[in-house]
T-cell receptor, first 115, second 113 residues
């Protein structure tokens, strides 16, 4: 039972390069999320998905794109990386159990550095 | 708006003492709250949750208190252990915002042996 798995765990990019972060969950969760975590700040929601084929913007969506082609996978793309996107990225997933019940399970994080 | 903040960025306690971590939230429509623990180099882990129709919930060594009147949430850890050292986040969830979790900035808990 792997839970939520993120790949890669670490990556260094040059400004302007593109990359895709992969998140996979094996819990049959409907909801999936991408957060970024910066020093001294909480987790900020980038994009999220409420089901296969759907995506929506979170608090800080600019510079990122996402896709949810399969229920178990949620991809986060950076088309043209910028130093401001240096951060630790966390993927999470949750059931949609009904009103106000959305405990989320997190992956181990991806540390991205843009130079 | 959707904002959650914490009163204390760092809390140092002696091993064996009780810890209290506080959190203020601003969205009166939030109906579900969660505390997460994040150890160094790891993703956040669920500790305990509470719905807005409750004011107290207890787990193993942890208690969450919710005061909706002043929009305040606290996490109490009994007999704090070195393994409790971590960053603790409160998060709020509101149906009107699509059941998204909004996180606070976090509190560092340091346990002194």
């Amino acid at each position: 039972n792997a839970g939520v798995t993120q790949t890669p765990k670490f990556r260094v990019l040059k400004t302007g390069q593109s990359m895709t972060l992969l998140c996979a969950q094996d819990m049959n969760h409907e909801y999936m999320y991408w957060y970024r975590q910066d020093p001294g700040m909480g987790l900020r929601l980038i994009h999220y998905s409420v089901g296969e084929g759907t995506t929506a913007k979170g608090e800080v969506p600019d510079g990122y794109n996402v896709s949810r082609l399969k229920k178990q996978n949620f991809l986060l793309g950076l088309e043209s990386a910028a130093p401001s996107q240096t951060s630790v990225y966390f993927c999470a997933s949750s059931y949609n159990r009904g009103p106000g019940n959305t405990e989320a399970f997190f992956g181990q994080g991806t540390r991205l550095t843009v130079v | 708006g959707e904002s959650v903040g914490l009163h204390l960025p760092t809390l140092s306690v002696q091993e064996g003492d009780n810890s209290i971590i506080n959190c203020a939230y601003s969205n009166s429509a939030s109906d579900y709250f969660i505390w997460y623990k994040q150890e160094s180099g790891k993703g956040p882990q669920f500790i305990i949750d509470i719905r807005s129709n409750m004011d107290k919930r207890q787990g193993q060594r942890v208690t969450v208190l919710l005061n909706k009147t002043v929009k305040h949430l606290s996490l109490q850890i009994a007999a704090t252990q070195p393994g409790d050292s971590a960053v603790y986040f409160c998060a709020e969830n509101a149906k009107e915002y699509g059941n998204k979790l909004v996180f606070g900035a976090g509190t560092i808990l340091r346990v002194k042996s």
